[in-house]
């Protein structure tokens, strides 16, 4: 079964405190690992897509990875505005079609 | 704004009823998917329609159902609610059949069950 688990689950930085967040994923033929950030009570907000081990995406602060066990979202010099969850999901093309199987998130608060 | 549009954006309903959330894609998305999101379970994936047929089910019970009609808008028909019911309700959108590009979502349904 395809298993996705982010780490941690909780992080609280200080503005300009950089770090990354983890997404270890168990998926049997991986089509595509994408990030999302998903503010308080709206619909998730797409990110990144990733689709091999090495690719890298940037944008603003942001910078994702992959490798073929995990993702990692680097998070420079954070600003209090980047407070939110950030959610990764995989795409693989096993038992349901090719929906996204979510993580259940890490939560980002940034204080000034 | 994603395009997507989800209405109503908050349900309050007793228990036993039955309520049915809609779901307008973007212009010019056949696929629509629904998710639900609770506290403790996270998004999960419920069903994908592509124009107009289910195409993958998830962890969907069998008192709900959904469908996509000819001008690409989705339904998700929750009935003989329960309790653990309540939760968000997304649904997401993209161009084709395979989600191996972005996939937007929409605001949400808040449901709530007494």
């Known amino acids: 079964e395809d298993q996705v688990t982010q780490s941690p689950e909780a992080l609280r930085l200080q503005e300009g405190e950089s770090s990354s967040l983890n997404c270890s994923y168990t998926v049997s033929g991986l089509r595509g690992l994408f990030w999302y950030r998903q503010d308080p009570g709206k619909g998730p907000e797409f990110l990144f897509t990733?689709?091999?081990a090495g690719e890298e995406k940037e944008k603003e602060r942001l910078k994702a990875t992959l490798t073929k066990k995990e993702s990692f979202l680097h998070i420079t010099a954070p600003k209090p505005e980047d407070s939110a969850t950030y959610l990764c999901?995989?795409?693989?093309?096993?038992?349901?079609?090719?929906?996204?199987?979510f993580g259940k998130g890490t939560s980002l608060l940034v204080t000034p | 704004d994603s395009g997507v549009t989800q209405t109503p954006k908050h349900l309050i309903t007793a228990t036993g009823q039955r309520v049915t959330l809609r779901c307008s894609p973007r212009s010019g998305d056949l696929s629509v998917y629904w998710y639900q999101q609770s506290l403790d379970q996270g998004l999960q994936f419920l069903i994908q329609?592509?124009?107009?047929?289910?195409?993958a089910k998830g962890n969907i019970l069998e008192r709900f159902s959904a469908q996509q009609f000819p001008d690409l808008h989705s339904e998700l028909n929750l009935s003989s609610l329960e309790l653990g019911d309540s939760a968000l309700y997304f649904c997401?959108?993209?161009?084709?059949?395979?989600?191996?590009?972005?996939?937007?979502f929409g605001q949400g349904t808040r449901l709530t069950v007494v």
């Open positions: 999901a995989v795409q693989a093309g096993s038992n349901s079609g090719y929906a996204l199987n």
């Open positions: 990733l689709y091999s």
């Open positions: 329609y592509y124009n107009g047929e289910e195409r």
């Open positions: 997401a959108s993209s161009t084709g059949p395979l989600i191996n590009t972005e996939a937007f």
